[in-house]
């Protein structure tokens, strides 16, 4: 079946914009979470969304990030006023929900901040 | 909170050597554990993961690893490694609702 989406794969934007990064999960899996990749290490959370509710957002870095998720499926992250430091492969994952369950991982979106 | 080291960011073997790349977590509840490996420009894969049960857990490609909880180890194996090996590993470390807290990651080299 189909794995875990995300577009766009690659987003280069300027200082100061805004851009958003979609996510498709497994169809039927409740649980969904972003996670930011920077060059040499290993990925760390963002957000979790169980269903349609931001269960867990403390790995939100500061206010200019946000995520949504209105149907329980897609999901997508939005970056206001984006920083350099903002670049990252940024990486979504899905699951059943459970701490044990397995999290299948979207091919990433490398967003690149000039 | 969780914590997970890697110890050696860069490992390297010949073709036909044993793998062995170190993992050590911190947790304050019982973990669940788990390895992935990110081939370039492509997205995480799970290898293998533990549970609860047997300490000893085995994986897709011939790799396996071992809890270990008076180590605080998970240490990943495999007994002879393929040049396809090649790629980075990361262990991680699950909360009670599956926030992975991973590890910084170790590039495995395998030499002809």
């Known amino acids: 079946g189909a794995g875990v989406s995300q577009t766009p794969s690659n987003k280069v934007t300027e200082k100061g914009k805004y851009v958003e990064l979609r996510c498709d999960p497994i169809s039927g899996h409740t649980a969904l979470y972003w996670y930011r990749q920077s060059l040499g290490q290993g990925p760390e959370f963002l957000i979790y969304f169980q269903g349609t509710g931001a269960a867990d957002d403390s790995g939100l870095p500061n206010d200019r990030f946000f995520a949504v998720r209105p149907e329980g499926s897609v999901s997508t992250l939005k970056i206001q006023r984006t920083e350099r430091g903002d670049s990252a492969v940024y990486l979504c994952?899905?699951?059943?929900?459970?701490?044990?369950?397995?999290?299948?991982f979207g091919p990433g979106t490398r967003l690149t901040v000039l | 909170a969780q914590s997970v080291t890697q110890l050696g960011s860069h490992v390297s073997v010949s073709e036909g050597a044993l793998v062995l790349l170190r993992c050590n977590y911190s947790?304050?509840?019982?973990?669940?554990l788990f390895w992935y490996v990110q081939y370039p420009n492509q997205g995480l894969q799970l290898l293998l993961k533990y549970t609860t049960g047997a300490t000893l857990v085995k994986g897709i490609n011939g790799f396996e690893a071992e809890f270990k909880k008076s180590e605080t180890s998970f240490h990943l194996t495999k007994p002879s490694a393929h040049m396809s090996d090649a790629a980075e590993y990361f262990c991680?470390?699950?909360?009670?609702?599956?926030?992975?807290?991973f590890g910084q990651g170790t590039i495995l080299t395998v030499h002809p």
């Open positions: 947790s304050s509840v019982p973990p669940y």
């Open positions: 994952a899905s699951s059943l929900g459970l701490a044990m369950d397995t999290q299948y």
């Open positions: 991680a470390v699950s909360t009670s609702y599956g926030k992975l807290t």
